[in-house]
């Protein structure tokens, strides 16, 4: 088994006045050779957008790219014509495969929203752009790990262009649990989102990252109520 530790304070950090940014992996002006991604997750940015303010329309290609509302609403644009409010319980992808241009702002003129924002490395490259999102009933992963991401139209959560599974997980302190690696050679990368985690021996606190491969299955222990994100990806490209 194989292990990186990332702590919340050793993220890249971008403040914009309107835009407060956390960077685990390299991304904008936070470039670090020794953080650019974690197999083919390429990008896990923490976001807080003030009430009215958004990223104007920008390009992207041949990436898989998810939203996750953790607190009010996201509102989206596309060239498309596409527009959707990403509600807090939302999961949204977009695979921007051949390329496409799209806006992200807060939906709210009056709250700030807070979301994750992920980018995943596709399997196939020039696909059609498209879209999913699915609302996620949050007492479904009381103690137990709700599948939001899978490569499969026909699994549950949304799909995306690559052997990926991601899971959220709501613990009770003192919950133990074991979570299996969907794939032969995928590698997990465990992000806390409110709480404290210990995994496989590693203690996680509120925001910080570990990523663990060359193994079958971690085991996860709630140090006190805990929200985890699991994103289970494949470590070679």
Same mark, same amino acid.
């Given at each position: +088994?194989? @292990?990186? =530790? ?5 993220r890249? $950090?971008?403040? $914009? ?5 956390y #960077? @685990? =992996?390299?991304?904008? !002006? *936070?470039?670090? %050779?020794?953080?650019?991604?974690? /197999? ?12 009215? +303010?958004? =990223?104007?329309? #920008? ?13 009010? &609403?996201?509102? $989206? ?11 807090? !319980?939302?999961?949204?992808? +977009? ?6 241009? #799209?806006?992200?702002?807060? #939906?709210s ?5 807070? =979301? ?12 059609? %752009?498209? *879209? ?18 899978? %490569? ?21 302190? /003192?919950?133990?649990?074991? *979570?299996?690696?969907?794939?032969? !050679?995928?590698?997990?990368y465990?992000?806390v ?7 496989? !021996? ?8 570990? /990523?663990?491969? &060359? @193994? ?6 709630a &140090?006190?109520?805990?929200q985890?994100?699991? +994103? ?6």
């Open positions: +088994m194989k @292990t990186v =530790f990332h702590a919340a304070s050793t890249g $950090h971008a403040s $914009h006045g309107w835009l407060n940014s #960077h @685990t =992996f390299s991304f904008g !002006g *936070y470039q670090n %050779p020794d953080r650019v991604h974690f /197999g083919a997750l390429r990008v896990l940015n923490d976001d807080t957008v003030a009430a009215g +303010m958004g =990223f104007g329309r #920008h390009p992207h290609d041949n990436m898989e790219i998810i939203s996750i509302p953790l607190s009010g &609403d996201l509102e $989206h644009q596309d060239s498309t014509g596409r527009k959707a409010v990403i509600r807090h !319980g939302d999961v949204q992808v +977009m695979s921007a495969g051949t390329g496409i241009a #799209h806006s992200e702002k807060n #939906h003129n009056t709250e700030e929203v807070k =979301f994750l924002q992920i980018w995943v490395f596709p399997n196939k490259r020039n696909v059609a %752009p498209r *879209y999913d999102q699915q609302t996620f009933r949050a007492e479904d992963r009381h103690n137990l790990f709700q599948q939001i991401l899978s %490569p499969s139209a026909d699994d549950a959560g949304v799909w995306i262009h690559q052997d990926a599974w991601f899971h959220l997980g709501d613990f009770d302190a /003192g919950q133990t649990t074991e *979570y299996a690696v969907k794939r032969p !050679g995928n590698g997990v465990v992000f989102l409110e709480g404290d985690a210990t995994v496989n !021996g590693q203690a996680l606190h509120r925001r910080d990252g570990l /990523g663990v491969w &060359d @193994t079958d299955s971690l085991q996860i222990s &140090d006190s109520h805990t985890l994100l699991l +994103m289970d990806v494949p470590m070679s490209l």
